[in-house]
């Protein structure tokens, strides 16, 4: 954990898993990546493994969002994140009551 890393700290250990997961898998493809460039290899072998590592993370990622949706920490945390948000549309709905 030496890098500057965005992601902040949630109080939902299982987003953070899911999330170093996520991490992870960028990673892992964006060094293939790096590497096919350099050593111009290529060849259909490497790009069926890249499409398979960015399938990886895609799929993490996919994960990652549902949860977010679905879990209820998560949601509390992007609830008190998004308080600015929240306060515009409260104000919207009150606006819309007094309409
Ligand atoms: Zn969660």
Redesign the pocket.
Known sequence: MNKPLCIKTTV?S??QRLLEECERALEIWDERRAEDCGSRLGGREAGDELLRLQAKFARAYAVLQR??QD?L??QLASNMEGRDSENSSNALSNSAMYV
């Open positions: 939902c299982q987003y949860h977010s879990c920490l998560c």
